[in-house]
């Protein structure tokens, strides 16, 4: 018994420092790269860019704060760059209509909880690949876009719309403050809800979960239903910056949320992610297309750097678990 | 490719240890296997047998030490150096691909081809080849997975020995082969032998190692005990005692238990894997056991009942109230709860921890408000359990896959008391786990039905059936043919109602 006792108190010390750097690791990369920003770019610290920066992270960071549960559970979500466009058309639309700001945002909100509805009970109830059910209502919800809005951008008239958009409390910006509440909610959602730790056991391991009796398909249908909904809300929060809901907007940012999320840590195959993660993935993602801007280089040339950094981060991850 | 291997070569362990973290797995293992003989390894699970076997084929790197074949000194870093140098392990789950051909995956790596274009016909041919004398009835055009597991271990074990290695190990070779399959690999085991190769045997089965083994080492805790080099001489206790580390005269530690009333009522069930309504019921306090062959819907008869597979006719009743059971949430709700016979598949959260394993079933039931996690309250729970069921773990927040198969059955265990608990079913709950770890589990399925629990245990384990039962079923086919009380209840009567036989 004590030699058991004795065999299983190997080296602790070594561990807990591994561990701290698992979990953090990407956390300091991101603060290392704004430190670097700082000290080597002009005017990266500048109100100006810093306001720039908060509000080019806060649509990505609001998205993604749900994929991360998507991704946890094991599956992904294609549609949400597509729900991000409705949602503002959607919007615009219907305030163009009934000069309503409330029906507009809630008439938006409802469109996304309704996508996101049907992403999750075609996938949890009828047992389709989520690639598949998502990349379907990807390509509908963009056709709807385009058919509420007859192709063109919408314009809003009515300013307090603008309010979610260009707003700011105590200096901040709305949607800085929105994404900031995103992250604290959902990264409390994930920890201390049993919602959110079914949702890291369904993406452990689904057929232990079903046993252990979580009721595995209802929360799927609520992950992707959410999903839905934050989506919306970006898209929502999006249009009032642009003061216009447009169609073709949000195209290939499904893939750059799932970049972030990814980069920060977030397993693709479930069962493994944080808020953190998230934090740090949109953050460095933000960051280093910041710089690059400020750098005045060329868009062609940010696709390849951002691409290299993505398969840069897994790579390393990979090795990481060996 | 493969490296001057004299048949005369014999297989050393230098100093071998290996650790993960927070758990040693293996510390200084030092002994020699001779070439023309077959070696046991034994000890407990958690002992490092399975961890030793995976540094031999070069899955895992050792932390220190090396190995010896013949006068060459080796570190395997990858599979592919150890099957370089004359290596094969056949591991407990097999490494093939179920949807491909039985020749695909005989041939896989090296498929012959012109330019990249495979020859079906060749490959065919060789794969014939390759099974000639082993398994000359498998079809190598059929698909992997139409096989049954005997046969896919015996096209694992021809892939072995296509490679002509000179060292093959078995890890647990016939936790599933039926009692003809493991004729035949007793046969082909002899015959490596005689070959003159070196064989290392992983069991946990007394009479095979006897039967065919000509030296045992014996591991505890990730040490090396000691190595019998004379097996006559050896007894059957002595080799358990060394093992355990204790004498266990009787691990099943059976003593009277008052019933207290019938519990379960199970009329006329039918559905997937029953042939035959089937009835029965089980009492408060009382341990039934279902013996049975493997594919005698013992495990589809425990699916039913968990609510994971529907019922087509009949009905459950338990205290007098008949049972929905449309999901495995329904027959949670009412207190009859699963341990899976596919621990790793159906039973753990792998990347969870010990603590996340235990509370993932009670969490709903104790969330406040319905959603929000009581922390305090599952870190308390975890400990109770792990204390409660003796759970060897170097903290609550130890990821689970690092604890051996015994501590996770009780992980599961330990989340199911966590629940309101009427009637436990269990199925296989000692497979693959060692002696000492078994003998902590029937004493928790005693005390369990003395508290008044109705206790169904399925298992294929002749003894351990009898050992810790109150009344035996046996099932065959899809049907209960037999039932048997403790008292008589004898080998021979069991297998007897076990065996198949045709129906009119």
New interface residues.
Partial sequence: MS??QN??????QG?NM??FLDDWVMVLAALGIFALSAIFIDNFLSPLNMRGLGLAISTVGIAACTMLFCLASGHFDLSVGSVIACAGVVAAVVMRDTESVMLGVSAALAMGLVVGLINGIVIAKLRINALIATLATMQIVRGLAYIFSDGKAVGVMQEEFFLYGNGSLLGVPVPILITILCFVFFGWLL????????T??I???Q?????????VDRTKIIIFAVHGLVGALAGVVLASRMTSGQPMIGQGFELTVISACVLGGVSLSG??GRIRHVIAGVLILAIIENAMNLKNIDTFYQYVIRGTILLLAVIIDQLKQR | MLQHVNSGDSLRFNGIGKTFPGVRALSEISFEARPGSVHALMGENGAGKSTLLKILGGAYAPSSGDLKIGPRTLVFRSAGESIASGVAVIHQELHLVPEMSVAENLMLGHMPSRFGVVNRRAMQQQARELLKGLADEIDPATRLGNLSLGQRQLVEIAKAMSRNAHVIAFDEPTSSLSAREIERLMAIIGRLRDEGRVVLYVSHRMEEIFRICDAVTVFKDGRFIRTFEDMGALSHDELVTCMVGRDIQDIYNYRPREQQGEALRVEGLLGHGLQVPVSFSVSRGEVLGFFGLVGAGRTELLRLLAGLAPHKAGTVQLDGQTLKLRSARDAIASGVLLCPEDRKKEGIVPLGSVAENINIGARGRNARLGCLVQGRWERENADRQIRALNIKTPSPDQQIVYLSGGNQQKVILGRWLSMPMKVLLLDEPTRGIDIGAKAEIYQIIHDLAASGIAVIVVSSDLMEVIGISDRILVMSEGAITGEVTRDQAEESCLLQLALPRTRG
């Fill in positions: 030699a058991q065999a299983l108190a190997a080296p602790r561990l591994r561990r920890n201390y809800t049993t919602y959110g730790r079914n890291m056991a993406g452990g391991n057929e232990a979960a079903l046993l252990a009796g979580v009721n069962g493994i």
